[in-house]
């Protein structure tokens, strides 16, 4: 199984990893609801998986956001 998908990222403007949900979730410690909703506000970039079903989101958008908004 790969474990990293390299894309560009138009947010971090260069190639980065992309994790699905699950693995996104771990890495800032926050439930899926809390993930979804930074995708929605902007906060991360993600891609739709090609089937449809399920999303990636960039890791380094995942390093960057505030730390305030982290753990809520
Ligand atoms: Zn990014």
Redesign the pocket.
């Known amino acids: 199984m790969r474990q990293h998908r390299l894309f560009f990222?138009p947010?971090?403007h260069r190639q980065?990893v992309w994790l699905n949900v699950q693995q996104a979730c771990q890495l800032i410690e926050v439930d899926r609801r809390t993930l979804y909703r930074y995708m929605e506000q902007g906060k991360i970039?993600y891609r739709q998986r090609p089937s449809g079903r399920g999303r990636f989101v960039?890791h380094?958008?995942l390093l960057k956001l505030p730390e305030g908004d982290v753990g809520q």
């Open positions: 990222c947010q971090c980065t970039a960039c380094d958008c």
